[in-house]
């Protein structure tokens, strides 16, 4: 059975987000993945359909919705993932596969009969949406993530910056990717993910109430960015 988890999205600008940091560096544990203070880079290839199906569902208000994507780590290809992030409203389940970088130019060059063969449901399931709904690289979207932990009910708070898209390239280990600012500085998301429940504490510090909560996706925020771009 899938684990659903909680996820709350704000945006917040940047007074906000210099007292929240703040007061969270004094009871969280940093993400052991921060390679500085400013935190770490993700840079993510999403796929969608002919019809754009998952750019246009969240508008639709569609209670049920996935996406497929490729993500990478600070530019490094030792970790590669195959995600796919379902949402039921508000509740969340990621999987994700670990490919490797020629499994990935495979599936860049449509060669992913590979998928078919792995062991993995999410594998499975992407190869399906690959031949039934040929879906195709999209656009690729960049941004810098500090983390915040508890291990209680798998607190999950970050500080998503700097989102971009990449202009010029579907290819996430292209170096001469130009990227856009897609969500206008001051402007940032702050993502809230726990299981059951949000302890109290961490409720009193982050006073959602005061922040303005929405339905945020960065994927869409990168593709209207795009084709307000290309105009």
């Known amino acids: 059975m899938k ?10 600008n940047i007074d906000e987000y210099e007292i929240l940091r703040e007061k969270l560096q004094m009871v969280l544990k940093k993400d052991k993945n921060m390679v500085n203070d400013d935190g770490y880079h993700i840079r993510s290839l999403y796929f969608d359909n002919l019809l754009d199906n998952d750019l246009y569902e969240k ?14 780590y600070n530019g490094s290809d030792s970790i590669i993932k195959l995600e796919k992030k379902n949402r039921y409203g508000e509740l969340i389940n990621k999987e994700s596969v670990s ?7 495979k599936i860049l060059s449509w060669d992913y009969d590979f998928l ?3 062991n993995n449901p999410v594998a499975k399931d ?27 009910e798998d607190v999950r708070i970050t500080f998503d910056k700097y989102l971009s898209f990449a202009a010029n390239s579907l ?6 990717i130009v990227t856009v600012e897609a969500l206008k500085f001051p402007l940032m998301i702050m993502e809230v993910k726990f299981n059951s429940y949000l ?33």
């Open 171 to 176: 290819d996430i280990f292209d170096p001469n």
């Open 99 to 105: 490919i490797t970088k020629a499994e990935y130019e």
């Open 59 to 72: 508008s639709y208000g569609i209670y049920k919705r996935k996406k497929f994507r490729i993500r990478i």
């Open 199 to 231: 302890p109290d504490y961490i409720r009193n510090i982050l006073q959602l109430d005061s922040h303005h909560r929405s339905a945020i996706s960065k994927y869409v925020i990168c593709r209207e960015a795009g084709m307000m771009y290309y105009k």
């Open 116 to 118: 078919r063969e792995k």
């Open 126 to 152: 992407f190869y399906l949406y690959l031949r039934s709904q040929h879906m195709t690289p999209k656009i690729i979207v960049d941004y810098v993530r500090e983390a915040y932990m508890e291990d209680i």
């Open 3 to 12: 684990r659903l988890r909680h996820e709350l999205k704000f945006y917040i």
